[in-house]
């Protein structure tokens, strides 16, 4: 029988390279609530594509995931194959505004990947909150209900400089 040069990754190799911080590009900001300042606390994201991108790279045929309904209430389910066996982890998530049953869907998905460690590096970023001038602007120069995302990533260096 022949040998293969192919190396099986650990499971601890897996999930470190699940928790492998996002690039910049691939995150997403949306408003989270306003202050009484008239600050906007936003929140840092991405999208379950991108999650769905990370499991695939990483872990290739090796994950599934089932949903199941509560009311309106979406638990996932995710399963990975580590060291030979289906290890699974599950969070949920109400419908959303956007679609709100394939919003549910979609974030149920991208929190229980969280417990994986996909993404998990966003929590860290704490509290960011933006003034009204970190919008982006529509064709008529007015500012819109979107944060900026680089006036976003601005505020978080500032928070964790020593020298703001």
Known sequence: MAKSDVKVKKGVDLLFELSRPFDQKDIEWRVGRLTKTGD???????????VQDRLNEVMGCDWQCKHINYGVKT????????DGEWVWRSDGAGDTQFEAD????????KRA??????GR???DLGNVFI?????????KGEY??????????????QKNSDFS
């Open 144 to 157: 819109t209900k979107i944060p900026d995302p680089q006036k976003c990533w601005e505020r978080v260096r």
């Open 131 to 139: 003034k009204p001038t970190d919008f982006k602007k529509n064709k």
């Open 40 to 50: 906007t606390m936003v929140l840092a994201y991405v999208n379950v594509r991108t």
């Open 102 to 109: 394939k919003g549910g869907i979609s974030d149920a998905l």
């Open 121 to 123: 590096h966003l929590y």
């Open 113 to 118: 990947s969280v417990a994986f460690g996909v």
């Open 75 to 82: 638990i996932c389910h995710l399963g990975l194959k580590l």
